[in-house]
């Protein structure tokens, strides 16, 4: 669940704001490759102990982010291409 208190939205954002400048940097043919590398160094720094129970957790995160992307940004774009060109 993304939705944290905006006291650690504002630390983070803070901290995550220059790592988001810097992948602005890069060329569209390589953002992809970009950003599955920055994730996985982000969830493998923080579930590092090699144990299944973490690797289950760290898989939860990533459909959670995964979901709440498609919620928040896809499904709304889908509603209107229905709109637009009416439902299957």
């Known amino acids: 669940m993304p939705y944290i208190k905006q006291e650690l939205r504002k630390d983070i954002d ?4 220059p790592l988001i400048q810097l ?6 043919d ?5 950003m599955n590398y920055v994730i996985t160094k982000i969830i493998r720094s ?3 102990n090699g144990h299944y129970g973490e690797y289950n957790a760290a898989v939860g995160v990533l459909e959670c ?4 992307l498609y919620r928040r940004a896809i499904a709304p774009y889908e ?3 229905i709109q637009e060109n009416g439902d299957v």
């Open 14 to 17: 803070e901290r995550l704001n």
């Open 23 to 28: 992948l602005d940097w890069c060329e569209n």
């Open 30 to 34: 390589e953002i992809d490759g970009v």
């Open 46 to 48: 923080q579930y590092n």
């Open 65 to 68: 982010a995964k979901l709440e």
């Open 79 to 81: 509603d209107i291409k």
